[in-house]
């Protein structure tokens, strides 16, 4: 089947949706959870979402073994104030192509043994295309009795995980409700179909009244008064409640442990300025972006901004404390990825001369890799959420990876 043949199945399948409603319409978090998540057609489930520099995104974990190792480092340590639990349960949530669960395993089993002996590395993915990626990644570890295996939120019990939840880049993929400010009332997006001369299947928008009240209590919520009449005719954003029923799913699995979010986003008063009137949502398609989610259906990524101040809310009224909020620059220099930095700047790694140009360039290209990793304007100035439960602030703040990293 080809990839068009793919994108008319879904439309078809999309257009029965609509029909089937009384209004004949479905709100945008609906669409989106199709066009991204439906079992068989949607982009993260039938392979075709294309992850790496050549595809239509790419993630840390792309820029080689950095990430996951300085990541497997602040595992290590949080195993350590958790007084070495056995097991210690790492829940990878939205693991994508598997190659940051290879680094950190890889890395725990080559420097903290004790640590990867304690191991109970879980996978929690939705869709079997990226769920078969990461098992050809992780088949090939050459790793005996690797603790590594594949769940659903279902399968763990409520206060079984002593350990750390987490998660990179995966919150800004949850469907999103879109609202609009229309003659001074807050009204949401709905998605209808619009059928061509020619009878193709295409999709429209329709604004009307808000499909939950949880939404007007969200802005309420979040202390954002969307009548003061800073807010223009027609602002347009997202609000993530998927997010917020994740949020309590996670603190109801956990015991006592950290969750730690990473992903890109603002704090609440930054998310929703009046400025940014056409909100954060973005396509990714044979990495470019641009702003209709009405094309290439099944075939490129959707998402938006996170609101790491919702997240937190959430969180502690589900019985998680926050621990700090960082940026992963910061983050990842306090984990040590300075001293990488500085081991290729005197030009001599793992104590080897440099032998001639090829190691010259790529010891280039490693250090573009590192610089990348921590440029404000890009991954570094992605955010880095972590809380806690069941541990005293003072142990959970002892994390390396919130302290202040030295200058290089």
């Known amino acids: 089947m080809s990839l068009s043949q793919k994108e008319q199945s879904l439309r078809q399948l999309i257009a029965d949706k609509i029909a089937a ?6 709100s945008f978090a609906e669409y989106m959870n199709l066009v991204l998540y439906h079992p068989e057609q949607g982009y993260y489930a039938t392979g075709a979402v294309n992850i790496g520099s050549e595809g239509d995104f790419f993630t840390s974990s792309h820029l080689g073994n950095d990430f996951g190792e300085l990541l497997a480092e602040q595992f290590a340590q949080m195993w350590e104030i958790l007084e070495q639990p056995k097991p210690f349960t790492l829940v990878e949530m939205g693991a994508g192509q598997g190659l940051v669960a290879a680094d950190v395993l890889t890395y725990l089993h080559r420097q903290y043994p004790d640590c990867f002996a304690a191991l109970d590395y879980i996978i929690i993915e939705k869709t079997a295309g990226l769920i078969k990626k990461q098992q050809q990644v992780l088949n090939q570890l050459n790793i005996p009795e690797l603790p590594l295996r594949w769940c659903t939120f279902d399968d763990l019990p409520d206060h079984s ?63 954002i008064d969307l009548y003061s009449g800073a807010y223009p005719e027609g602002y347009r954003s997202e609000v993530n409640l998927a997010a917020l029923d994740w949020m309590n799913t996670i603190a109801d699995k956990l015991k006592r442990g950290f969750l730690l979010t990473i992903d890109y986003g603002y704090s609440t008063d930054r998310y929703y300025l009046p400025a940014r009137h056409q909100g954060t949502l973005k396509c990714y398609y044979r990495h470019r972006h641009h702003d209709n989610p009405y094309v290439y259906i099944g ?7 996170v609101n790491f101040t919702a997240l937190e809310w959430q969180g502690e009224l589900s019985g998680l404390q926050t621990v700090g909020l960082t940026k992963q620059g910061l983050f990842l220099m306090a984990l040590g990825l300075g001293d990488r930095i500085s081991a290729l700047s005197a030009g001599n790694q793992q104590g080897q001369a440099i032998a001639g140009a090829q190691d010259l360039i790529r010891i280039m290209r490693r250090r573009d890799a590192l610089h990348q990793l921590i440029d404000p304007t890009g991954l570094g100035g992605f955010m880095v959420l972590v809380q806690s439960k069941g541990l005293s602030l003072e142990k959970a703040r002892s994390l390396k990876g919130l302290t202040i990293p030295p200058i290089v």
Not at 21 to 26: E, K
Not at 193 to 215: A, C, K, Y
Not at 299 to 305: F, R, V, W, Y
Request: proline residues 4%; charged residues 20%.
């Open 21 to 26: 409603t009384p209004n004949q319409r479905i």
């Open 299 to 305: 075939q490129q990524d959707i998402t938006a901004h």
């Open 161 to 223: 995980i002593i350990g750390c939840c987490f998660s990179n880049e995966l919150v800004d993929a949850f469907p999103v409700h879109q609202v609009v400010l229309e003659k001074g009332q807050l009204q949401e997006v709905y998605v209808t179909t619009i059928t061509t001369e020619t009878n193709e299947i295409h999709f429209g928008e329709v604004i009307d009244d808000l499909s939950t009240p949880q939404l007007k209590d969200y802005f309420q919520w979040m202390g």
